[in-house]
């Protein structure tokens, strides 16, 4: 009896590895077959073959989700109607399935704002109120801000929290909450593709030449730092007039004692006053004092110099700030507050600092040369010197496109621009001085060299 039972079980076995054998052989035929169609971009061709794939088995090849979330949304984008509905929830499910299969590849934060963000692209086909996609994104970044890291995202959640205060369901104070959530995300991605994208800049200045690999990755980091910055920058013309300092102002000054020990909201509430030029108003003076009052920092420090114009409270700034990119930009805030003051040789100093800790951050470089260009009748002696002016203006902007891949194309034609202004070959064969070196005077005290012609 027991041969029996022992020897049934091993047939069952062998049919079942066979079996086994046999699906993963159909599974490895339809998952070249879509493989290769997904290659050729022919979706429509790849559907069938990797339909059967996905369902036979969901945990055989990741390529059933990475290749799946094409193939679904070149569907998407050929329907309509019930169709389209149909396939917008089924990429839905695909990236359910996917987090289930694979668990590691796809990490919650990621999935979800992804799930949020084709609601809302489609929100109109599925019928989906704002308060509902709201919510998806909140759920991305309640559940894991980590990995909710896609720009487009970020921007779609605080858009639509500005959406839902418009429609007054949601308070100023909330709002304001989560633009300030929001900007510390992005300014935490910020920071880990600029302290990478740094790396490979200074490499480049010291004369080496970068891999294939390292330029793509420098590329890829430009990228989506140019994209975080059009997201910041959108961001705040979405606030637009809701946070100005008619709105903020009485705002914070009702809120002020209850709030008054809560750091969090003492350091964002000085921040955004200072941010929409309410810095002259007494309730910015009174936020800065009570933060530094009980958690003193570099932000605090900074505000009470610019307020006081006192040596000690900038020195405590640079001392209390021992992160390299926020010194760097601190440095740019002070620089462009002397900037717009008109103190053009502090500001150059403190750009140049900020240039030191960020290397990849070229837009010191196109404010300086915009501080020589605007200097230029009054750092000249004739004609020709003053307008020698726009050769240094014009070799400044040019650095910053040169470390600074998202600043290229601004960088050149501002270079061109000055250098319009410069000179021109006639000028210098009149005045016979090409090659030579001409000094420039007054705060800029610097060099340049006339072209040769």
């Known amino acids: 009896m027991k041969t029996r039972i022992t020897l049934l079980m091993i047939a069952l076995f062998m049919g079942f590895n066979l079996c086994v054998a046999q699906q993963d052989e159909e599974c490895m035929n339809n998952l070249s077959i879509f493989d290769s169609y997904v290659k050729s971009k022919k979706y429509d061709d790849a559907y069938g073959p990797w339909t059967i794939v996905r369902n036979k088995c969901p945990k055989f090849n990741r390529a059933i989700y990475a290749h799946g979330e094409k193939i679904l949304k070149h569907k998407i984008s050929n329907s309509s109607g019930a169709e389209q509905v149909a396939h917008i929830n089924d990429l839905i499910l ?58 487009q995202g970020l921007y779609t959640y ?18 304001f909450d989560k633009y300030d959530d929001v900007i510390e995300v992005i300014e935490k991605l910020e920071k880990s593709y600029t302290e990478k994208l740094n790396k490979l800049v200074q490499k480049e200045d010291g004369g080496a030449i970068l891999t294939k690999k390292e330029g793509r990755y420098k590329k890829n980091y430009e990228a989506n730092l140019g994209a975080f910055e059009k997201v910041t920058s959108s961001m705040d013309t979405k606030l637009g007039q809701r946070a100005n300092c008619e709105v903020l102002i009485p705002l914070y000054q009702k809120d002020f004692e209850e709030n008054k020990n809560n750091t969090i909201w003492l350091q964002r509430a000085m921040n955004r006053m200072f941010t929409k030029g309410c810095k002259d108003d007494p309730l910015f003076l009174k936020l800065v004092e009570q933060k530094n009052s009980i958690e003193p920092n570099a932000d605090t420090a900074f505000y009470l110099y610019l307020l006081t114009d006192e040596q000690k409270y900038f020195d405590q700034t640079i001392q209390l700030e021992t992160d390299k990119l926020r010194k760097a930009k601190l440095y740019k805030k002070l620089a462009d507050d002397f900037r717009k003051k008109g103190s053009y040789s502090r500001a150059r100093q403190y750009f140049m600092e900020s240039i030191k800790l960020n290397p990849s951050d070229g837009s010191p470089y196109l404010k300086i040369a915009n501080m020589y260009a605007k200097s230029a009748n009054n750092c000249g002696t004739d004609n020709f010197s003053k307008r020698a ?5 014009a070799s400044t902007a040019e650095k910053a496109g040169r470390v600074d891949g998202r600043l290229r194309k601004a960088a050149s034609q501002t270079a061109t621009s000055y250098r319009a202004s410069a000179p021109s070959t006639a000028d210098i064969f009149t005045k016979g001085n090409a090659g030579q070196t001409i000094q420039i005077g007054c705060w800029i005290g610097r060099s340049v060299k006339v072209p040769n012609i």
């Open 158 to 175: 605080f858009s639509l929290i500005v959406d839902l205060y418009d429609a007054k369901k949601k308070s100023a104070q909330q709002m």
């Open 94 to 151: 695909l990236w359910d399935q996917a987090r289930e299969n694979f668990a590691s590849k796809y990490p919650v934060g990621e999935v979800e704002s992804d799930k949020a963000q084709l609601t809302y692209k489609y929100r109109k086909e599925l019928n989906a109120s704002a308060d509902k996609i709201y919510n998806m994104f909140d759920g991305a970044y309640t559940k894991d801000v980590t990995n909710f890291k896609s720009a």
């Open 389 to 393: 002016v726009f050769w240094l203006a």
